[in-house]
């Protein structure tokens, strides 16, 4: 449910003339809902398919002593088997930019790290004989013991997982005055937090089509990637190719990602071979167990932090030591779950002292990478568990707290202290807002009244920057200024666009992104039929990619948000100049100066009446260009790259703007917990959300609340656990709780928008904010309700038998004293 909106002044008085700002319908909807999207699994691009099966490993930590794939190779309907070893003949290791590298196949080589590691493929004239295949080969390990926590993986006496050792990345980072913030404190507050590991569940797994044409000795692959972004010159560079001869190509609908599916490189590249071995193209559709087992996921990670405040209830500076648990490789992006958010590391709060001690940690789990909220969830819940810890040390209300140590509205653009430039925000708005719909102060009277019942109800908050269109430069962290400036500086946040009219005026606009549920055809058509006097149905938008088609540049593809920060704007300038060029024609047309043309209901209206169709435009345009002003090329058609001004490399003090823009959001929840069972019942859910100009709330309005479910999802009942030998316990629906609607509450959201100056529509980016705030913000709700009991919520997910089991181990100790 969402309340009204606070639109700009400006903004309220377009709202009723512009399609921007107007909830229409996604228009990619129509063609889901019939049936008619186009998937991997639906795809045949090219003839004579052959099929992919991957045997995968039961151990979570051995030697590969023997692989014998005799028999499978005798059946007839298998075309090739390779191994991890054939696989390492024909590439490099991937690259991956920290200090330790380990050296990361599609298929292992010798040795396994995780349960259900692929340690064969087949390539078969069917899928079920691919599969069926897989039996016949034999593999013979001699286990190995496994670490899986990330802080057991760094003892001396732990198993070594890779010969660099378990520790691939270290970094300790200071920024301002971090000692003498701590000596000037009045009280020093100190926790360890511990966040799961838990994924996405898309409706569409992994996909992957590869030919390799021996005749032009290059490859096109076809996959529901979120790319290309950087993954593509990983994989061109660890197959030798250039990247002119590797074209990957992403269908314009995906049953979903939500960041994992930036993670199906290594599948590729392994596709590319076996299509190259095989003569043939080849196909692979992962399974959901194949999902669950051996995907992606963010890492679980320990915080260990200490935050120093004053009597007044002042932060005066937040020290971490973080491990994040990668698992069995770390692999490009990676480690950007951990840098990813260095320039909002104080969130929402102005102080200027923060550091910390930074490790990438190898275990025997599953390879970790992007998953929504990309290393801020895991690091809001503690910060803001940290927060409301701070808060009790000085008897602050808080909610009071945190008003108190917002950035003030007329302190941007801010500059963190880590090099985070804040473009716009109304904080303390937000969260008067927020306790507003929420009925904060009545609230307060109901839980204590509760509580006199005998009954534990509690109420969270959580406030978090949502920073969007991630700045490239963010990976060099990873290494310390002497050892990357041995490579090329990187930065940019950068989206192409190109836009056509066609000679009957139709108007084409071509996006850089591989959208996977977002709705990017529609917004973008708002924003281009705004530009052009048009109707948004009259543009046809083309999304998906093509390396060797389509504008693109290694910040291109779909993810961090990016789309509202940098594809907007990419859309808005090219329609700019499309508006630009029909003016001055029209101007030829009517005899006029073009400042005096204006474009509205597909038409380029002149002073005194005079019109002409935007189809006579083009026509002259494409049919007639002897008429055509100075300066127009014949056609209409452009082609624009936006790029965000500061996203600048990082400097030698490792300050750097890590995203293109930051919107924010507050949270706040109630909840009940039952002391028999241990059951968490969400009472009541408010969500304030600011990503500036909103340009179609019915889309913001999804991505709020279906964040905060994916992020209520891994606080209650998601979680990839494994036992003792390594194995994934979880890895069917049986046991891995994906909760469903009706475990959804009815969250009550709204808006505030204040524009970026950064974007030329002043959007920022919305599709993680909800999941970055949700855990914390039930942690705190829940928290709250048990404090009573005096237990102490540290870790996630919070389900039953653990919550019931907390409760229990409080009152044993209270009995005990």
Known sequence: MSNALDRQEESEADADSTAVGEPMGRREDDRLLRGEGKYMDDFEPTSNLHHVAFLRSPVAHGEIDDIDTTAAERREDVTCVLTGADIAEQMDPFAVGVQNPPEYYPLAVDKVRYDGEPVAMVVATTKYGATDALEDIVVDYTRLDPVTDELEALDDDSPQIHPSGNCANYRELEYGPVDEAFERADHVVEREFEFPRYTSAPMETYGVIAEYDTARDGATVWSNFQGPFTMHPVVAGAL???????????????????????????????????????????????????????????????????????????????????????????????????????????NAYDFDAFGGEFRAVQTNKCPAGLNRGYGCHQYYFGLERLIDCMADVVGMDPTAFRERNFIDEDEFPYRTPTGGEYDSGRYSKALQRAKELFEYEDYLGRRDRARANNRYIGIGCAAIIDPSASNMGYVSVALPPEEREKGHPKSGAVSAVTMMVQPDASIVVELDSAPSGQGHETTASQIAADELGVDPEAITVVSGMDTSEKAWSVSS???????????????????????????????????????????????????????????????????????????????????????????????????INSSGSYGYGVQLVAVEVNKTTGEIDILDYVAVHDCGTIVNPKIVDGQVEGGIFHGLAGSLYEELRYDDSGTLQTDTFMDYAVPTAKEAPDVTTDHIETPSPKTPMGSKGTGEAGTEGAPAAIANAVNDALDPLGVEITSLPLKPPRVWSLIEEAEGEKSSD
């Open 557 to 655: 593809g779909s993810y961090s948000s990016r789309f509202a920060t940098v594809g907007h704007s990419a859309v808005k300038n090219a329609s700019e100049q499309i508006a630009e060029q029909m003016r001055r024609i029209a101007a030829v047309i009517l005899d006029v100066d073009p400042v005096m043309i204006s474009l509205e209901d597909g038409r380029a209206h002149g002073p005194d009446g005079g019109a002409i169709s935007i189809r006579e435009i083009a026509g002259t345009a494409h049919w007639n260009p002897s008429k055509l002003p100075d300066n127009i090329e014949p056609g209409l058609r452009t082609q624009h790259t936006f790029s965000m001004d500061d996203s600048r490399p990082i400097d030698e003090d490792d300050r």
């Open 240 to 346: 030798g190719m250039s990247e002119a001869d590797l074209q990957f190509k992403v269908p314009s609908d995906s049953g979903g990602s939500f960041g994992v599916k930036a993670h199906i490189y290594p599948y590729i590249a392994a596709a590319v071979i076996a299509s190259r071995e095989a003569g043939a193209p080849v196909k692979w559709i992962e399974s959901r167990r194949e999902h669950l087992q051996a995907s992606a996921c963010h890492t679980d990670r320990t915080q260990r932090m200490r935050g120093a405040v004053s009597e007044e209830g002042d932060i005066l500076g937040v020290w971490v030591d973080l491990y994040d648990n990668f698992g069995a490789y770390v692999r490009a992006p990676e480690p950007g779950n951990t840098f990813r958010p260095l320039g909002n590391y104080v």
